[in-house]
């Protein structure tokens, strides 16, 4: 199992912004389906927003105008740019790939948004 390694979470205030960041030991994100998750306490994981394999990439409706999925595959990075931060965004996050028919999680990074 490749690890993911995510970054980036923290307590932001509402309106702020954050950059999440998700890294492989191995090339994971090239002309794979790559995508961020996220779950807040007590409720379904639920999609935020993938890329997927030839670079076409959706949103979730809470998610569109604020949020931007990216990836680097030259350096097994894929980000999420989360602006305009709201309360109700308070989740952990998750990175996931799918390559060659195998999936992998990352461990998850917490957002806090709070004033």
């Known amino acids: 199992q490749v690890p993911l390694v995510e970054s980036g979470g923290g307590l932001v205030q509402p309106g702020g912004s954050l950059k999440l960041s998700c890294s492989a030991s191995e090339r994971l994100f090239s002309r794979t389906y790559t995508a961020w998750y996220r779950q807040a306490q007590g409720k379904q994981r639920e999609l935020v927003a993938d890329?997927?394999?030839?670079?076409?990439?959706t949103y979730a409706d809470f998610a569109k105008g604020r949020f931007t999925i990216s990836r680097d595959s030259a350096k097994n990075t894929l980000h999420l740019q989360m602006n305009n931060l709201k309360p109700e965004d308070t989740s952990v996050y998750f990175c996931?790939?799918?390559?060659?028919?195998?999936?992998?999680w990352g461990q998850g990074t917490q957002v806090t948004v709070s004033s």
């Open positions: 996931f790939v799918r390559s060659s028919g195998t999936e992998y």
């Open positions: 890329i997927h394999t030839y670079g076409h990439t």
